[in-house]
Structures are given as structure tokens and as C-alpha cells.
């Protein structure tokens, strides 16, 4: 059986590594933002980024003393180490580390000698000299040194004599931690568990341990380090990174934790995974993943009637953990594999009682629309509305008489101007109000009519604001004649709720979607 530590510690690297990836950009702000998260979840190292590789990082590290009130993780500044032939008192990614300010500093060396011979076009004598060279220089400045020996597991399967040569180097000029990076991220949990076992053996100093996940396996290799005797975990929140990304921090700190009973973070914000992870996303512009592991939005979504039934009984039966130990939450979702229970569980958590019966005629409505191509599982709002008219109540805001939608065209085939009117009546109470507005589009002009209508009467439709519109054609081989799905994400400053619309009609799909959102707003603002 493995032997776990009592804990581990966390460097997060996703302001350097993670922020390699295709696609993530982050400002200085944005980084500032992101740390300050990191160290709202807790964990113990925070990798900034690389001074001198370019301007933000630099102003990355100048902000960041001023500007970042870090109460938990220590800042980190990343480089590599002296060039070859060089010397460390001259060499200038040197001496812009020391500038950084940090008091922990990591740099990489090669520990793989076709990367020396190939890349770096120097000797195996002198590649260990610069690690040498390079980790005396910094604990001469009072640096705290963590050595990432880039490539080491390909290296130390080439040549494991010289990739231990590169540890035994750097531990003996004063490095605390020695970390072996899966750079090209191609080893195999057992490959990785043999490697830093053997290790291990060889020296005092703390092993880290850095896996890519370009096989899967980051998460894997990770917690097969650790249980071969790591006691340093890097990657990145979300598994951001090059390429196939880093290990996910987000499901290695659980895993370690709550599986295996390694402390990673402080306990009592373990809970703030989900949260942390979500903002995190949203700081980086980058759609979380609903299927990742604790954290998404469908990893306690349960569909299945069967699921649903059993899961209202006992939670355990289909959740591996309690959703709020990471901060998420447990939700039935509704289709047509649904069963009662899983709607009558529905319905509580909307304070409905619904009984057997009414329940009854509510699957069959539903299953028969979804045959039709709505998508209940995705429209929550919709769903929510469904519910309730089923237990009597109907929406008495407004009345709809009739909507009309009018596009002109310039006339130029090369596409004049366009120009979209559409004009909205209603009944609100005893009042029939008849409003027309504008629009870039047929459904911008009709929310703004209906809004332009009815926003009068009831002022907190100014809080609601559409923020996703969404088109799917449901069978495309009919053409232009195809029905059409039409998804409205709206939002209000406590929730966002999705409704749908179903139609050959697109703009009518539109409508009915619209409308729904609207309609739920209000209700919901009371």
C-alpha cells in the first residue's frame, strides 16, 4: 500500500505556465485578480511569472508588492538558470530574478541530455555547472531556490545518471526542492511512480513533482508521485496550460484531500474550490468546463429518473463526495428520462407541491415536447414555468396581443443598410399599450419593444438583462424550412436562468424564448 504524507504543497503556476495556453491572455490586472483568488483558496506557492521575459511580468512584479495583500501562499518569480559559458554574477535572467523582489524563486534546468546536446548545443559537464552556478548565486542573494528539472522523465529513461547529476547539483548548492517536470507530458502513472521512488532514495532535499496531461494522466501521475514520496504539487487551476493543459489543481487538491487524507489547502476552504474556480474562469475569459471533476456545473447533475429517485433518498448512492465540500451542489436535471421523483425533487426546490397526478400530466407535456426539439435539461427557466403553471398559477403581468417584425433593405446587393423595426401590443391590467422600437436584428428589436412596453409598468425589468442568445437548427436536411431551437440566457444581479423556444419560425422560436425570460424576471423580482 502507498504511504501518504500528512501534506503536500501547492504551487500554482498558472500565471506562467497555465497562461501559455492557446487562446489565454491575461493583463497585468487580470493577474493580480487571479493571485488574489489563488490565495483566497489557500494554497501555499503562487509562480507569477517570468521577470525580464517581457513587460507585463515586469509590471507584474512591480505592482504586486503594493497592490497584493497575500495572507496565506507566498509569490514565486520564475527563470532559468545561468546561460552556458557565462557567469551567474554577469548573467542577466539572473539578475532580473533577484530584482523581482520575491523571496522564493524557481528555475529550470535541463535534466534530459539530448535537450543539452540538441537545444542548448553545450556539454553534459557544463549543463551541471549552470545549475550549480545558478542556485549558489541566488542563496547568495537569500532566495529560497526550487530547481523544475525540465524533461526529467524522459531524461532519467535516456539517461538517468545525468538527470541525477542535475539534482545532486542543485541540492547541494541550497536548493529546498527538487521538482521533476513530465514536460512533454507522455509518462505513465507507474513510469512516474517507479521515478520519483528512486529518487526519493537518492537524496534529502523535498521532491515536487509537474505533469502536463497531453496522455490524461496529469491528475494520475500527480497523486502516484505524491504516493511515491512527494511532498511539493504543481499545476494549474482549471488544468490550464500548453497544449493539452497542466494537471488540474482543481481535482488534484480533492483527490489528495478528501480521498486520501493529505492536507493541500486549509481545510475549511476546501469549500471554496468551486467558487475560486468558476471566478478564475471568468478572470480569464475561458468557459468553464461542466463536466470537469468537483467543480462543474453537471458533476452533481443527475438526470436519470432511476438516478434522481435514489439519489432523494441517499446522496451517496450516486455522489462520490457531498457537492458543498467543494463549494457546489446537487442538481436534478429534467428530460425526458426523467421520472416523477425526479420532478416532484424539482418541484420542492421550487416550494411547489405538485401530487402524483398533476405530476403525471407534467412528464407526459414534457416528454411530448421534447419529442418536438425542446431541451428542458438546458432551460431551466423554462422548466421553472412549466412547473408552475402546472400547479395553477399563471403570469398576470402582461398580456400579449400581437408582435410584428418588419426588415427593410437597402437594396444594394453588396448588403446596404438594414434596418429592423418591431412594433409590440399589450394589455397591462386595463391598459393596452402599443410600443415599436428598433433593433441590429429582428429579436434586438422585439426585446426592445416588449421592454420599451412594459418596463413602464414594472421598473425592475430594468435590473433584467438578456446576456446569451443561442441558435440550433434540429434537422438540417430540411433546409431553410428546418425547425429551429432558440436558447436566452438572462440574468439579474442574483441569478441567470436559460429559457426556450421552439419553431420552423425562427423569429417565433425567438419570441417564445424571449417572453419566458422576461416573465420568469419578473417573477422572480417579486
Not at 78 to 95: K, P, Y
Not at 142 to 154: P, T
Not at 197 to 220: K, M
Request: contains cysteine; charged residues 25%.
Amino acid at each position: 500500500m502507498p504511504s501518504w504524507p500528512d501534506s503536500v504543497d501547492i504551487f500554482d503556476t498558472t500565471l506562467r505556465d497555465g497562461s501559455q495556453q492557446e487562446g489565454l491572455s491575461l493583463t497585468v490586472d487580470d493577474k493580480l485578480r487571479v493571485a488574489e483568488q489563488l490565495d483566497h483558496l489557500g494554497v501555499a506557492y503562487i509562480e507569477g511569472g517570468w521577470p525580464g521575459a517581457n513587460p507585463k511580468d515586469d509590471e507584474f512584479f512591480r505592482r504586486a508588492p503594493s497592490e497584493l495583500r497575500l495572507g496565506t501562499s507566498t509569490l514565486v518569480a520564475f527563470s532559468s538558470t545561468r546561460r552556458a559559458g557565462g557567469r551567474a554574477e554577469e548573467d542577466e535572467t539572473l539578475r532580473k530574478l533577484v530584482e523581482a523582489g520575491t523571496s522564493t524563486v524557481c528555475i529550470v534546468a535541463k535534466s534530459w541530455d539530448r535537450h543539452v546536446t540538441d537545444a542548448l548545443r553545450t556539454d553534459l559537464d557544463e549543463a551541471v555547472a549552470m545549475v550549480a552556478d545558478s542556485v549558489e548565486f541566488l542563496r547568495r542573494h537569500d532566495k529560497r531556490v526550487f530547481l523544475d528539472a525540465e524533461h526529467f522523465f524522459d531524461g532519467y529513461r535516456h539517461n538517468p545518471e545525468f538527470a541525477l547529476r542535475v539534482l545532486r547539483a542543485a541540492e547541494e548548492a541550497g536548493a529546498e526542492a527538487l521538482v521533476l517536470c513530465d514536460t512533454n507530458g507522455g509518462a505513465l502513472p507507474h513510469q512516474v511512480a517507479v521515478a520519483v521512488a528512486e529518487v526519493r532514495e537518492r537524496t534529502s532535499a523535498q521532491i515536487g513533482i509537474h505533469c502536463h496531461n497531453d496522455t490524461g494522466c496529469a491528475v494520475a501521475n500527480t497523486l502516484a508521485a505524491v504516493a511515491a514520496g512527494a511532498t511539493h504539487v504543481q499545476g494549474c487551476i482549471n488544468g490550464y496550460g500548453e497544449r493539452a493543459g497542466n494537471a488540474d489543481l482543481a481535482a488534484a487538491i480533492p483527490d489528495l484531500t478528501l480521498k486520501l487524507s493529505v492536507r493541500t489547502i486549509p481545510p475549511e476552504r476546501m469549500e471554496r474550490l468551486t467558487a475560486v474556480s468558476h471566478h478564475i474562469a471568468e478572470l480569464v475569459n475561458v468557459a468553464p468546463n461542466p463536466q470537469q471533476p468537483y467543480v462543474g456545473a453537471s458533476v452533481f447533475a443527475h438526470k436519470g429518473g432511476l438516478h434522481a429517485s435514489a439519489i432523494a433518498r441517499r446522496r451517496d448512492l450516486y455522489e462520490h463526495v457531498p457537492p458543498d465540500s467543494v463549494g457546489n451542489g446537487t442538481r436534478v436535471v429534467v428530460s425526458e428520462m426523467a421520472g416523477r421523483s425526479t420532478l416532484a425533487m424539482k418541484a420542492t426546490e421550487l416550494g411547489l407541491d405538485l401530487d402524483g397526478e398533476v405530476l403525471g400530466r407534467v412528464l407526459d407535456e414534457l416528454k411530448r415536447l421534447e419529442h418536438e426539439g425542446y431541451h428542458f435539461e438546458v432551460a431551466d427557466g423554462s422548466l421553472e414555468l412549466l412547473l408552475r403553471r402546472a400547479s395553477g398559477w399563471e403570469p398576470d403581468f402582461f398580456t400579449v396581443e400581437s408582435f410584428r417584425v418588419i426588415t427593410d433593405h437597402g437594396g444594394s446587393a453588396a448588403g446596404g443598410p438594414l434596418t429592423t423595426e418591431a412594433t409590440v401590443k399589450v394589455h397591462v391590467g386595463s391598459q393596452r399599450v402599443v410600443a415599436t422600437a428598433e433593433g441590429n436584428g429582428p429579436v434586438n428589436a422585439l426585446d426592445a419593444a416588449l421592454r420599451q412596453a412594459v418596463e413602464p409598468h414594472f421598473p425592475a425589468l430594468a435590473g433584467i438583462r438578456l446576456t446569451d442568445y443561442r441558435v440550433r437548427v434540429l434537422d438540417s436536411g430540411v433546409g431553410t424550412g428546418a425547425v429551429t431551437r432558440v436558447l436566452v440566457d438572462t440574468s439579474d444581479d442574483q441569478s441567470t436562468w436559460t429559457t426556450i423556444g421552439v419553431s420552423e419560425n425562427i423569429i417565433e422560436a425567438s419570441w417564445q424564448a424571449l417572453y419566458d425570460s422576461i416573465v420568469l424576471g419578473l417573477l422572480r423580482a417579486g
